[in-house]
């Protein structure tokens, strides 16, 4: 745990302690006095930089065709420069230079006709005290425009969406290939069914190697796109190398390693018909969920763990049981159905106790008040998957206490009855599961309660740090300053201490020793001088280097720049 750093930002004449300002307060007030007399000595004709007033069509404004022209109309006489406009085919070729119209730009357009979708204009002009004013007009043909800033918040929408169904895929089946090994190593060794004209080895029938196939390629899928997440990319940086880098520094690398390990010592020990081999493969598949996410990650790590990994172990029992099961119903005789499903409800009832205990203790870790179930957006994720969860329960308990003993009773047609019952129970206990992964997913990339309220004792853990640039200075506060989901603020202020607004502020880290190339990231405004960056994913610890980016006007920049510690 680390103190941050006393901060000290410089105080205007009149606040804190005079004694710094002392020796300075009689030239700044001949400085004002002369830019005072300069100001009322000046001609009143003379004005500050052009403004733009409107234009037409106005900025984000949705037109059916595309004008023969654009005006824009500044508060005083400008010169043109510069004038580009680019449309979905990329670059527009202009009829003709931008012309002068009392305090205006006329801007001519091509009359050829034109492909719907976004249209840019940007233009350059000097105003009437010799500085240059750049800006650009956004405006749709046929389609309503979006600005580069929204478009970038849906590409990282989407990818986040991309990677909570590649994360469903990867827990379902992961725990399929597993689950289905544990039960035709365990429950039903050896068995073959009737299939078609011949008997056919239960692992065939279900095609278990085929199922360990989809998890591999399911694993590294997952892997894929929880780097795209992590470089803040689109659904396509999949296929860029700055994304599997930082997917593998991150506790993603390990937990796919692990599990590509025991798929592949489940697919030798299928293949060579050797069960310990199956159940090692199986038992480390699984384990590989114990090594990322919130739940295995969450304090204290040394219990979080083992109960995912338990909580993985029970699951894959139950959810890799039902394929297998189902072809049982469906191809065994009554009387074989019943005794493999007799025995297979043995086991579930230990499975289920044990998905219970850990599921508990694991949400207890998660959410730190009831409250926080209504009130947060994982809270509401986990309330509609314990939904999910007690149905599934309650078509178990069907099944045990009503059709599994019909099964071995009463006549032919009431056995066959049971066994048709029980068929469409376990399909619908199929599709309930794929619910309640798609729920679990979306658990995974949403941030818990015990995230987002931080205990008082903790509240000093992150790390603050001043930085310089141009007189400027820049607070930097990044909390807890730890591997996963940060928070970085920044609070910039003048060299007299008042905040201050750049037109635009940029962010990028890059940690060099990992190998992380930068990552870029724009923070949101949260008052006067004030922005933060919230879920800043940081995937390894080490020293972070931050460079920070404002544009203070069209010919001005400041960086200011700092090194970051992050623990585990």
């Known amino acids: 745990m680390r103190a941050r750093p006393p901060i000290a930002l410089p105080l205007p004449p009149g606040r804190g302690d005079r004694a710094g300002w002392k020796g300075k307060g009689k030239g700044k007030g001949i400085l004002r006095l002369v830019a005072l007399l300069a100001l009322l000595l000046l001609p ?10 409107d234009s037409s069509p106005a900025d984000g404004a949705r037109v059916e065709r595309l004008p023969a022209e654009i005006r824009l109309r500044f508060n005083e006489a400008v010169s043109p420069v510069a004038v580009r406009a680019f449309g979905p085919g990329g670059e527009l070729a202009l009829p003709g ?3 002068v119209e009392d305090d205006g730009l006329r801007i001519p357009l091509p009359a050829a006709s034109p492909a719907r979708g976004t249209y840019t204009v940007s233009y350059r002009v000097t105003s009437g005290d010799g500085h240059p004013v750049a800006g650009s007009l ?17 590409r990282r929408d989407a990818a986040l969406l991309a990677a909570a169904l590649a994360r469903a895929l990867h827990y379902g089946s992961l725990l399929a290939a597993a689950g289905g090994a544990l039960f035709v190593t365990l429950v039903a060794p050896g068995l073959t069914l009737p299939a078609g004209r011949s008997r056919m080895p239960l692992v065939r029938l279900v095609r278990l190697p085929a199922q360990v196939g989809i998890a591999a390629a399911a694993v590294l899928l997952n892997l894929g796109l929880a780097g795209v997440v992590l470089t803040g990319g689109p659904p396509t940086a999949l296929f860029d190398a700055e ?3 930082a997917a593998l520094a991150s506790t993603g690398g390990p937990s796919a390693g692990i599990a590509l390990a025991g798929l592949t010592l489940l697919a030798v020990g299928l293949r060579g018909g050797w069960r310990a081999v199956t159940l090692t493969g199986a038992l480390v598949a699984v ?13 204290p790590r040394g219990l979080a763990a083992p109960l995912v990994a338990l909580h993985g172990l029970a699951a894959a029992y139950w959810l890799g049981s039902l394929v297998p099961l189902r072809a049982v119903l469906r191809h065994a005789p009554s009387a074989e159905s019943a005794r493999l499903v007799r025995r297979f409800s043995l086991g579930a009832l230990a499975a289920v106790a044990v998905l219970t205990i850990a599921g ?6 998660q959410i730190t008040s009831p409250a926080a179930i209504g009130t947060t957006v994982y809270g509401q994720l986990w309330l509609a998957k314990m939904v999910g969860v007690a149905l599934l329960l309650g078509l178990a308990s069907v099944n045990r206490l009503r059709l599994t003993p019909a099964l071995r009773g009463g006549s032919r047609s009431e056995r066959d009855r049971a066994q048709r019952l029980l068929m469409l129970s376990v399909a ?15 658990l995974g990339t949403t941030p818990p309660p015990r995230a987002l309220v931080q205990p008082a004792a903790e509240a000093v853990t992150g790390y603050s740090s001043v930085a310089t640039a141009k007189g400027r200075q ?28 750049p037109k635009e502020l940029t962010v990028e880290l890059t940690q060099p020793a990992a190998g992380i190339e930068p990552l870029v990231r724009k923070p949101v405004r949260d008052g006067p001088g004030a922005y933060r960056l919230d879920g800043l994913a940081l995937p390894v610890d080490g020293r972070w280097e931050l460079r920070i980016d404002a544009l203070i006007d069209d010919f001005e920049k400041a960086i200011f720049r700092s090194t970051l510690p992050v623990d585990k």
């Open 243 to 245: 994304s599997w880098r």
């Open 97 to 99: 230079p931008a012309r």
């Open 428 to 442: 619908s206990e199929m599709a309930l599961m794929a619910v309640v992964l798609l729920l679990t997913a979306g």
């Open 44 to 53: 009143h004709t003379l004005h500050a930089h052009a403004v733009l007033l």
């Open 138 to 154: 956004l405006f749709g043909v046929g389609v309503t425009p979006e600005r580069p800033e929204q478009a970038e918040e849906r």
């Open 474 to 501: 820049a607070v930097i506060e990044l909390d807890p300053a730890r591997t996963g989901a940060n928070r970085l603020t920044l609070h910039l202020a003048q060299a007299d201490g008042t905040p201050f607004d």
């Open 360 to 365: 508990a203790g694991l949400s207890l870790l």
């Open 287 to 299: 384990g590989a969920l114990a090594a990322t996410g919130h739940a295995a990650t969450a304090p």
